[in-house]
């Protein structure tokens, strides 16, 4: 089928996108700081990656840059949303392959289950999420506690720093549900 391009929504005339993920300038008469006019000419934009590994390119109107995602100009421009769902999924799990054979449109869920499905995700537990207070060696220290029947939920709470109704969610294994 070869490379093909299409206007970029709300860019139409400056710039263009192709089902390969290349992003172009176009050849543009554009007002100078003087108010005269410039000859501007087309040329291949800089794709940049950035920090969480999505595929970015920084367009300009009026002066002002606004950066946005290869992959959602792509899917914008090449697949049809008729269901209208939010996110753009890249099927290979590569998000540097913005190419149309690799995206489909998706729900958020389901983007989120093929991440942890093809392992590109993998779901945190416990003490690996960053805003936990207590260990899986403390969630065991309240469940004995408790289980002995020697201590109060209130006395526990207040050992680990913890609301009394967070104890009670550890004790009936609602919270650290998979901790033995």
Known sequence: MGEVWKDIEGYDGYYKVSNEGNVKSLDRIVLGNRGSKCRRVGRPMKLRVEKNGYVRV???????????????LVGIAFLDNKKGLPEINHIDGNKENNNVENLEWCSSRDNQLHAFASGLQRKRLGSELHQTKIT??????????????KH?????????????????????RKRWGYVL
Do not use: C, T
């Open 136 to 149: 899986e060696d403390n969630v065991r220290d309240i469940r004995n506690m408790w289980g002995s029947g």
């Open 152 to 172: 109060k939920q209130y006395e526990i709470a207040k050992k680990y720093n913890l609301h009394p109704q967070y104890v009670s969610l550890v004790i009936h």
């Open 58 to 72: 920084a367009l300009s109107s009026d002066g002002k840059n606004i950066k946005f995602s290869v992959h959602r």
